[in-house]
């Protein structure tokens, strides 16, 4: 069963990550974007971890609802709120039990994702963060580390993508041949996501 | 660049338009411009926002005659909901909210997710999208038809018709028709960089020219050898009549990007006015520099509003705001 705490630790280990990795997916961001991706989401998920830690809530939705508020609120652009409504959705259908079991979770996350997709108007293949969100999520079923290696394969499979959508969309042709920044960072959750599972297993053994 | 440090430098220049300006409150840490005599007792308030490095869009039309408040967001990225409600119940008078959105992804999910919030809180809003930039060809493979040179026109017009005492439909309504009679190309001489990156965000090697710019560097129809003033003008204007077949005068913008000297932009505009003339479109009206810039780059765009007897009226309505003012 996973608990507030659980998803606390994803949050914190996810904006390291991102921390992190941030000047890669600015780099990224540069050729098919406008050079500003890891910016944007370190300040968005450096107020992640100031909000959860501060207002500690204690139910898995509770946790994810204030993540995707605190994105929404400080990202801007269209990574703010898609990303934003990817949590806020989850955490949405995850009630407000105290406890969920990782098949609960799993679908919780597909109805996120599914709302990332209505939100952002993409389908599979547009060269955007769903072409890592939706094989991260159709494998989570598998486990937390097949998740990391899906949503990671799909973020490597945008690279000869013509972006459909967002800014990256104007280069046409030219967008080819670039990874997509967006599915960077969505592997990056899945990634801390599986980081997090890892590191709670080891704790328990 | 003339900056402290990349982090800061919206924040900056927010500080320094509060000291420019004492005619608007400046709320540096919320980021939100607003008109200081706002709520205006029974207008109709209309609000804008997006990335900075568009200066002096949109802050810089905050003022009497066009917007009540503006939200600008970092550099190239869209400002986020929080900002647009906090304008939106700054300005509305109870007459309701017009939200001018340019057509980027961001831009309009962040303005979808404030208009929801505001309605929540009980304004009442209404949004206009503006997508003028015909460089764009391809609206299925594509985000669509960005938003340029035509926010200008669609500001200045639908807050005259605002601040005519117009009600919010009728503004709208003003707003939509600004837009659909409005049409934009730029050109890029030299590529843009934003204070984040320090080099430039896109390629375009010295001698080339990129066709059909974005305000962001996006890329265009073509790249091609560097072109003279009436050459290029002969393209851009030429790419905007293939769109746009004005049957009545036009307002004319001809914008800098922001790196392109005044002087060339005149010279830039006489070639306009010559391929106008030869294309028997009549100008009613011609405003020249940098209005809808893109940080540093280099070039320039060329904006036509077909207008009509009300339109008309509605431009030359007095206005007072930072960059754009007359007749009060």
């Known amino acids: 069963m996973l608990d507030a705490d659980f998803f606390r630790r994803w949050l914190?280990?996810?904006?390291?990550?991102?921390?992190?990795?941030?000047?890669?997916?600015?780099?990224?961001?540069?050729?098919?974007?406008?050079?500003?991706?890891?910016s944007n989401l370190r300040r968005g998920f450096a107020a992640v971890t100031a909000a959860?830690?501060?207002?500690?809530?204690?139910?898995?939705?509770?946790?994810?609802?204030?993540?995707?508020?605190?994105?929404?609120?400080?990202?801007?652009?269209?990574s703010g709120p898609l990303y934003g409504t990817l949590l806020r959705r989850t955490g949405k259908a995850l009630g407000d039990a105290a406890q969920v079991a990782e098949t609960e979770f799993a679908q919780a996350l597909r109805a996120g994702v599914d709302a990332v997709a209505t939100l952002g108007g993409s389908a599979p293949g547009d060269k955007t963060m769903l072409d890592a969100l939706l094989p991260g999520v159709d494998a989570l079923s598998t486990s937390f580390a097949a998740a990391c290696e899906a949503a990671r394969q799909g973020a490597l499979a945008t690279v000869p993508l013509q972006a459909r959508k967002g800014r990256a969309s104007y280069l046409g042709e030219r967008s080819v041949g670039h990874q997509d920044p967006g599915a960077t960072s969505s592997a990056l959750l899945f990634e801390a996501l599986a980081d997090t599972a890892a590191a709670t297993k080891e704790a328990s053994a | 660049m003339?900056?402290?440090?990349?982090?800061?430098?919206?924040?900056?220049?927010?500080?320094?338009?509060?000291?420019?300006?004492?005619?608007?409150?400046?709320?540096?840490?919320?980021?939100?411009v607003v008109r200081a005599d706002a709520p205006v007792a029974g207008k109709v308030a209309l609000v804008s926002g997006g990335g900075s490095g568009h200066e002096p869009l949109h802050g810089g039309f905050v003022g009497p005659g066009m917007l009540s408040a503006a939200c600008p967001g970092e550099v190239f990225t869209?400002?986020?909901?929080?900002?647009?409600?906090r304008a939106a119940a700054a300005v509305d008078s109870g007459a309701g909210v017009l939200f001018v959105v340019k057509n980027y992804t961001g831009d309009v999910l962040n303005f979808d997710m404030a208009a929801e919030l505001a309605e929540d809180e009980g304004i009442q809003v209404a949004k206009v999208l503006v997508n003028d930039d015909v460089a764009v060809t391809d609206s299925l493979y594509t985000a669509g038809r960005r938003g340029t040179g035509a926010t200008l026109f669609v500001e200045k017009l639908a807050g005259a018709a605002a601040e005519a005492g117009m009600p919010l439909e009728r503004v709208e309504a003003v707003a939509r028709r600004v837009n659909d009679n409005s049409r934009s190309f730029g050109v890029a001489l030299s590529p843009c960089s934003t204070p984040a990156k320090g080099s430039p965000t896109f390629d375009l090697p010295a001698g080339e020219l990129e066709l059909g710019v974005g305000i962001h560097g996006e890329p265009g129809r073509e790249r091609r050898p560097m072109m003279t003033s009436g050459e290029i003008a002969d393209f851009a204007v030429h790419a905007v009549l293939e769109d746009l077949d004005p049957r009545n005068p036009v307002l004319v913008l001809v914008?800098?990007?922001?790196?392109?000297?005044?002087?060339?932009?005149?010279?830039?505009?006489?070639?306009?006015?010559?391929?106008?003339?030869?294309?028997?479109?009549?100008?009613?009206?011609?405003?020249?520099?940098?209005?809808?810039?893109?940080?540093?780059?280099?070039?320039?765009?060329?904006?036509?509003?077909?207008?009509?007897?009300?339109?008309?009226?509605?431009?030359?309505?007095?206005?007072?705001?930072?960059?754009?003012?007359?007749?009060?």
């Open chain 1, 52 to 78: 959860v830690e501060k207002e500690a809530p204690d139910t898995p939705g509770a946790v994810l609802m204030l993540a995707g508020r605190q994105l929404i609120s400080t990202v801007g652009g269209a």
């Open chain 2, 78 to 85: 869209s400002p986020v909901p929080d900002q647009m409600v």
């Open chain 1, 12 to 38: 914190t280990t996810a904006a390291a990550a991102v921390d992190r990795e941030a000047d890669r997916l600015t780099e990224l961001d540069s050729p098919i974007g406008d050079a500003d991706h890891g």
């Open chain 2, 2 to 32: 003339l900056i402290n440090v990349a982090e800061t430098v919206v924040a900056d220049a927010l500080r320094g338009m509060a000291a420019a300006h004492p005619e608007l409150t400046v709320d540096v840490e919320n980021r939100v």
């Open chain 2, 255 to 328: 914008n800098g990007m922001g790196a392109t000297p005044l002087l060339e932009l005149y010279g830039f505009n006489a070639e306009v006015q010559r391929v106008l003339g030869e294309r028997g479109v009549a100008v009613a009206r011609t405003l020249v520099g940098n209005y809808v810039t893109s940080l540093d780059m280099a070039g320039a765009s060329v904006t036509l509003c077909q207008i009509d007897e009300e339109l008309l009226r509605l431009w030359d309505a007095p206005v007072r705001t930072p960059a754009l003012r007359w007749g009060m």
